[in-house]
């Protein structure tokens, strides 16, 4: 099982947002709080595909499928998402500063 790991937190910008395909959006301080409390945990984690990629100055953005599983308030839950995810340079790192997701329906 894949447990979640505050070190995740480094690799986003501090204005970074995350658009769920409930059509929920976080921020920072949001993903935080939802992170620590365990209402979300993790199993799976799968890239399926890489199906663009592109790159201007000092950004990236990827689109991708991935498969996730895992517990959502204590219920199991799998699902496949396409991603459009902005990275950007910061000093030598890159950080993610947005991200959206679509649920796949079979």
């Not at 970074?16 to 939802?34: C, P, R, T």
């Not at 365990?38 to 990827?62: C, G, R």
């Not at 517990?71 to 799998?78: D, T, V, W």
Request: hydrophobic share 40%.
């Amino acid at each position: 099982m894949i447990m979640n790991d505050v070190q995740i937190v480094e690799l986003f910008c501090t204005d970074v947002s995350f658009g769920h395909s409930n059509g929920w959006i976080q921020n920072l301080d949001d993903f935080k709080k939802d992170f620590s409390s365990k209402k979300v945990s993790y199993k799976e984690i799968t890239q399926l595909e890489i199906s663009e990629l592109k790159k201007f100055k000092n950004a990236v953005s990827i689109r991708r499928t991935i498969k996730v599983a895992g517990l959502y308030k204590n219920q199991n839950f799998e699902m496949k998402l396409a991603l459009l995810e902005i990275w950007t340079k910061k000093k030598s790192a890159w950080k993610l500063w947005s991200r959206q997701s679509v649920e796949i329906k079979p």
